[in-house]
């Protein structure tokens, strides 16, 4: 079956350490997307690429690195520099230009500041 | 102002009525819209999208749109203890082009 699958579920963090959280999708989408989201909240967008080798900033990027060296897979490092990243994290893929048609969004990682 | 705003919840209803949920946008150029379902704990689910003026059935739901006041709803008719969850309304286009803005959600509780 195709889909979005994101791990760890569950991620704890020290101060000061970084992490990375895996996003791998067989859709053959073009397009994902990392979007946090805090207790009570809507989503806020962190990072996006539309293909391969390119990728731009949302509106929460400080803190945080990402990579999209295959098209199938958008990790996202949350960096010692993300003072309070204890929040859940959701990966979405869409194919590019077909934001029309929403997205699919993976399981979701929830990171806890330990 | 925010660029996607839903009212803001909680909202409870009985079982069986009908679930109103309202969601304002303010880029003009906005050119989709999104309902997704969110149960706790879990990632969203889209449920309704609605790209033109006017109405559109799938069920039980009904997404409304009026471009002209910015404005689209979400109707929930017959609704049942299962659809208690959080509902997000996205907007796709303008100049969020190639990305969804996320409203912040409203709670919606369903009691028999």
């Known amino acids: 079956d195709g889909g979005i699958t994101q791990s760890p579920k569950y991620l704890f963090r020290k101060e000061g350490q970084n992490v990375t959280l895996s996003c791998e999708q067989n859709?053959?989408?073009?397009?994902m997307y990392w979007y946090r989201q805090d207790p009570g909240q809507g989503l806020r967008l962190i990072y996006y690429s539309q293909i391969v080798n390119d990728f731009q900033k949302g509106d929460i990027a400080e803190g945080y690195s990402v990579s999209r060296e295959k098209k199938e897979s958008f990790p996202l490092t949350v960096t010692s520099a993300q003072k309070n990243p204890t929040a859940f994290y959701l990966c979405?893929?869409?194919?590019?230009?077909?934001?029309?048609?929403?997205?699919?969004f993976g399981s979701g990682t929830r990171l806890t500041v330990v | 102002q925010k660029e996607v705003e839903q009212n803001s919840g909680p909202l409870s209803v009985p079982e069986g009525a009908i679930a109103s949920l309202n969601c304002t946008y303010s880029d003009r150029g906005s050119q989709s819209f999104f309902w997704y379902r969110q149960y706790s704990g879990k990632s969203p689910e889209l449920i309704m999208f609605i790209y033109s003026n006017g109405d559109k059935e799938d069920g039980r739901f009904t997404a409304q749109l009026n471009k002209a006041s910015q404005y689209v709803s979400l109707l929930i008719r017959d609704s049942q203890p299962s659809d208690s969850a959080t509902y997000l309304c996205?907007?796709?286009?303008?100049?969020?082009?190639?990305?969804?803005?996320f409203g912040q959600g409203t709670i919606l509780t369903v009691h028999p």
């Open positions: 979405a893929s869409s194919f590019s230009g077909q934001g029309r048609s929403g997205y699919t």
């Open positions: 996205a907007v796709y286009g303008g100049t969020s082009y190639g990305k969804l803005t």
């Open positions: 859709l053959n989408h073009d397009a």
